[in-house]
């Protein structure tokens, strides 16, 4: 065992997956310069390496780190966390809210009625679940009772979202529903004055329509997402044609 491992097994931080700022604590104290900066820890036994950034993290080691997560309090009554599905290398990138209980028994995002609904819109515009589409939620554990999670649960969560879009590099991310787009969006806006609009989030370019659980309830917005799907598949052809003639 290296001194590093030592010393970390004597915090009792192995194979705890730590946040950074119980880390840095740990850091204080020990001075052990070599950790500070750490957010999510990946087991050492598995990488060889005692501490390992979120934004360095290779897809498995992501799936490990949001299983093991402790970063908020939504790991307390979590079945399990839910990173995302689909396709890892995908051109689109959908995300919501959060798991709600359907997506949290089954650890896949939009399962329940919301993601048959999603599902439709995918394949009214040709696409599908898992082919060049990629599905994600800004925090990947239930919130209790359906509530909307706090900022403080989305900014714990986000470096797993950024991690996500890096891996990914997605040509058009489009944000469902005011909570996911105000969160990626940094901002309080509602999702009228969002949508019709080419935002950036992380250098990718991004676009905003109504949540399909809201439009569930909301037959009348129907027309209005289908015009914000229309707009992103004008944007997604844009965006290819100038990725083609760049090449
Ligand atoms: N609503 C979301 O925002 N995400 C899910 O995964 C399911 C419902």
Redesign the pocket.
Known sequence: MTRRAQILAELELTPLWLHRRRLDEAVATTELPCLANSHLMVPEQRTGAAVRPVEDMDWVELREAAVACAACALHEKRNQA?LGVGDEKADWLFI?????AE?DKRGE??V?Q??KLLDNMLAAIGLKRGANVYIA?VVKCRPPGNRNPTSEETHACQPFLDRQVALIQPRLIVA?GKVAANTLLARDGTLGSLRRTVHDYRGAPLIVTY?P?YLLRSLTDKAKAWEDLCFAVEKMSEISRAAASAD
């Open positions: 839910v919501g809210e959060g798991p709600g997506e995002p939009f329940g919301a993601g939620n469902l949540h659980a």
